[in-house]
């Protein structure tokens, strides 16, 4: 046991500290089965217009049952406080069913993050991607018109999802109005806007800031990376050694605790970058390539945060990077549930004295929170700060 109270394994293979994954297991078999399909597939509703609905869900990977849970403390009980003296990064999940119908819930969750930056200590705001559904300038608008609840608040980072590209949102080939709603020079509310890979392009962007004496680095990516912004953020992280790095990319991480692995796992894995139009070339990169290329090279990442998958739009997966550090790999996405989401947004809290991070789920919509143990947990941030990374 850890001076975190967080369990470890030394024995377990299936828990082995190497620098492949490790996948975390639950101890509840309403979301996770040891030996069986997880029954919790068939108690969800069906797949939402948005992605493919024809196709049959994906079965969860087996969990051995004598797996011990390690690095995250798992809770079932009550919803978490926050914690005084703690700050917090927000995180907004696919807003797409939001600007398609539901455009409600998108604005109560900014307005929500609007009036809780001071109790909450809100750092930052972090979308995911997939800001819109159909990549038109009149869902842009809507989105925009959200977003501005946080403008002069707090600043906030954002990604594009593959909705976000392409006629009708297909994804067919990359032109996006992004850029055109979404303006780095005009927006009054990031401070923290560390740089861009394009002029005046926000498709791939640098932000840093500080909080009780730690320093951050949150690299945002575009659907999909192309090499070019691979060695870019290379760079970026590179220049940044002494931050906390976090990667934000919109597809990442399977909902099986897996990331994206299109060489060895191909369709296997549905809604893979590869399989869209626009990505079918070589010049892309999923979860597996960013990490190889990218997240495992520096001693100094802590975290990744993505979205795009469906199923229950959960996951979490720890790796070991070059250097030692632990990269926890977070997937957020609940636009499979009720109206496009029902409001679900993600609250990554630092707890004060430590390395504790701390993540809740809460919906301003429904003013509830999510305590499962997929939607629940805390685990320690294990940064390597005293190793440059490998250059080439």
């Not at 807003?95 to 909450?120: C, K, L, N």
């Not at 608040?153 to 032109?175: K, Q, S, W």
């Not at 730690?214 to 953020?233: G, H, K, N, S, Y």
């Not at 957020?332 to 004060?352: A, I, M």
Request: neutral net charge; proline residues 6%.
């Amino acid at each position: 046991m850890s001076a975190s109270g967080t369990r470890r394994s030394s024995s377990s293979s299936f828990l082995r500290r190497t620098r492949s994954c490790r996948r975390i297991p639950t101890t509840s078999v309403a979301f996770r089965c040891a030996s069986r399909p997880c029954p919790r597939a068939a108690l969800l509703p069906p797949i939402a217009s948005t992605e493919s609905a024809s196709e049959p869900w994906p079965e969860r990977r087996p969990v051995p049952a004598s797996s011990t849970p390690t690095f995250r403390t798992p809770m079932t009980a009550a919803a978490l406080p926050f914690v005084d003296g703690a700050y917090s990064i927000v995180v907004l999940p696919d807003t797409q069913g939001y600007v398609e119908g539901h455009p409600e819930h998108f604005f109560a969750q900014t307005r929500w993050i609007a009036d809780h930056v001071a109790s909450h200590n809100i750092q930052y705001v972090i979308h995911l991607g997939d800001i819109t559904h159909r990549n038109t300038p009149e869902q842009w608008e809507l989105a925009r018109s959200a977003m501005k609840n946080l403008d002069g608040r707090v600043p906030y980072a954002l990604v594009t999802g593959n909705h976000d590209h392409g006629i009708d949102g297909r994804a067919e080939r990359r032109e996006t109005h992004f850029n055109q709603h979404f303006r780095a020079h005009e927006n009054r509310s990031w401070p923290g806007l560390g740089g861009l890979m394009e002029e005046d392009r926000l498709d791939n962007s640098f932000h840093v800031f500080d909080a009780a004496g730690r320093r951050f680095l949150i690299v945002a990516l575009e659907w999909a990376p192309r090499d070019r912004a691979v060695v870019w953020a290379n760079e970026v992280v590179a220049r940044h050694p002494d931050h906390h790095a976090i990667l934000v990319t919109h597809a990442y991480l399977y909902y099986d605790d897996t990331r994206y692995d299109w060489r060895t796992r191909g369709r296997s894995q549905r809604w893979a970058p590869p399989s869209y139009g626009m990505t079918s070339d070589a010049d892309l990169n999923d979860g597996q390539q960013l990490f190889d290329k990218l997240v495992r090279r520096h001693g100094n990442f802590v975290m990744t945060l993505s979205g795009h998958v469906l199923g229950d739009g959960v996951g979490h997966l720890v790796s070991e990077g070059d250097r030692g550090n632990e990269v926890h790999q977070i997937l957020s996405n609940y636009q499979h549930l009720n109206e496009g989401g029902e409001g679900w947004l993600r609250l990554v809290e630092f707890l004060p004295g430590g390395s504790t991070v701390q993540v809740r789920t809460y919906s301003p919509s429904l003013d509830q929170y999510k305590t499962d143990v997929r939607n629940q947990f805390r685990f320690e941030m294990r940064p390597v700060f005293d190793a440059a990374p490998d250059q080439e």
